[in-house]
Structures are given as structure tokens and as C-alpha cells.
């Protein structure tokens, strides 16, 4: 990670010096990470809450803003982890102003749903980046709920993730977050890095028997497109939408 953070600052400050002030553009870093909870109110979980986002986030973002990887993981790592230079910690510090999140929630412990729908996770780690990492610029990137292929083109659970998380990112916005952008992911069905085509994530299903692989909308890309044309998002409205037999005939590509 050492080499990743010095690699990336060293291409920011060619940036800065080379091309910032003719694009008036920025670079920004990605991080992926999960929303965590402590299991119980006691200080041992609440550490140990703390110890997974250091791990996570904070070995990231801890060099960025103060030079230097969090003290938790240099208890627990020691001396297998690598050091910054006086020089090189100075170096990293306040490079990179914009933040990239690939966000997922983890495990449900009580239902052990591999993706539950708890969108309190996105709004506190937009939280966590205001209250530790000084409210740094954020875009989330790729945040989505996992389904099994194949599954339905009426694919409510994923509308109502989309509904949850979105509340989410606008709830942490009330509350002074500095986030700048959501996008879902994904728009397709697409191979995914840790499962292939096991699972999906997508607003439109890709017919991998059809030659032509075929596109179908979900469920859940008819809800988006009505939300970003500011249309009624309710989940009540996502009742009615469920009825739209232009997309039941479709259903039998699943059984």
C-alpha cells in the first residue's frame, strides 16, 4: 500500500504541475470498503468496529491526511508493516483531495444474507470520512445489491436497496457530508471480480444463451430511470410498477 499511495501522489503532483491548471480537473484515490457495526455496546466490540475500518479505510486515508498508517495497525502488524520516511510522510500528506468509494455492506450476522439491506452503513461511513478524515470530497462509485443470476427481472429487493441507500447518501448530505456523487452499480450484468457470472448486480439482464446477448430491463431500471427523471420513487409506486406486464413475459427466460 506504501508503493500505491507514493505512486499515486507522485502522478498528482505531475498533474499539478503539468495539466491541473489547463483542465482545471482533480485526482482522487479509490477505496473500497464496508459499512461496520459493533456487535454489542461494549467498548471491546466498539474497538473492534474501529479495527476493521482501519483496516479497511484508514490505512488509506490515515497517510493521506496524517502521514502515517493508523496506530492500530501498527500494534497488530509491527514491524512487517512499512514505514514512511520524514521526507515521504510530508510527501503524502493533503496530496489527494477527492475520495472514490466502491461501498458494500458485509454479512447480516442474524438473517447471514450475504448483501441485507441496511442503508444506515453507506450514511455512517460518509459519517466516519466527515468526523475523522476532515470531510474530504467523496464520490461513491459502485455501490449495488448482490443477487443470484438469473434470479427475475422483477428484482423489488434490488429497488428497494437502491431506495435505502439512496435516503442514505441524502441523509448523510443533511447532516454535512461532503459527497458529490452516486452511482449505482451496475447497469448490466457483467462478470464480477469474485464471483464471475454467479451473481449479479445489474439494472439490465444479459441473456448469455442468446448470441446476440439480449438485453432486458429490470424492475430496478425502470425505478432508476424514474428517479433520476424526478418522478414519484415510492415503494409504493414500485407496487404499481411490478404490474407492467411488458415485463412478465419476459419471466419465463428464469424457469
Given amino acids: ?3 500505491y499511495i507514493g505512486k499515486d501522489v507522485h502522478d498528482f503532483v505531475d498533474y499539478k504541475l503539468i495539466l491541473q491548471d489547463k483542465q482545471h480537473g482533480f485526482i482522487g484515490i479509490s477505496i473500497y470498503t464496508i459499512g461496520t457495526f459493533p456487535a454489542t455496546n461494549t467498548e471491546k466490540d466498539r474497538v473492534a468496529t474501529q479495527r476493521v475500518h482501519d483496516f479497511f479505510v484508514g490505512w488509506i486515508m490515515e497517510p493521506l491526511l ?3 498508517y493508523p496506530i492500530s495497525m501498527k500494534r497488530i502488524i509491527g514491524k512487517r508493516i512499512p514505514t514512511f520516511t520524514n521526507h515521504e510522510s510530508e510527501q503524502v500528506k493533503g ?18 444474507e450475504e448483501y441485507p439491506i441496511t442503508p444506515w452503513g453507506l450514511r455512517d461511513e460518509l459519517d466516519k470520512f466527515k468526523l475523522l478524515y476532515g470531510n474530504p470530497t467523496v464520490f461513491i462509485y459502485e455501490n449495488g445489491q448482490r443477487t443470484a443470476s438469473n434470479l427475475s427481472l422483477q428484482d423489488v429487493s434490488r429497488v428497494k436497496y437502491l ?3 439512496i435516503g442514505g447518501v441524502l441523509d448523510a448530505l443533511r447532516n454535512g457530508s461532503n459527497v458529490k456523487g452516486y452511482f449505482a452499480w451496475s447497469f448490466i450484468d457483467v462478470l464480477e471480480l469474485l464471483d464471475g457470472y454467479k451473481s449479479s448486480f445489474g439494472l439490465y439482464y444479459v441473456d448469455r444463451n442468446d448470441p446476440e446477448l439480449k438485453r432486458y430491463p429490470k424492475l430496478s431500471a425502470k425505478w432508476y430511470n424514474r428517479f433520476l427523471r424526478a418522478r414519484s420513487t415510492s415503494i409504493v409506486g414500485t407496487i404499481e410498477l411490478e404490474k407492467d406486464q411488458s415485463l412478465v413475459f419476459i419471466d419465463h427466460l428464469f424457469e
Fill in 66 to 68: 496524517h502521514g502515517d
Fill in 163 to 165: 431506495h435505502g441507500y
Fill in 95 to 112: 496530496q489527494i483531495t477527492h475520495h472514490f468509494l466502491v461501498l458494500t455492506d458485509g454479512p447480516d450476522l442474524v438473517t447471514n
Fill in 1 to 3: 500500500m506504501g508503493n
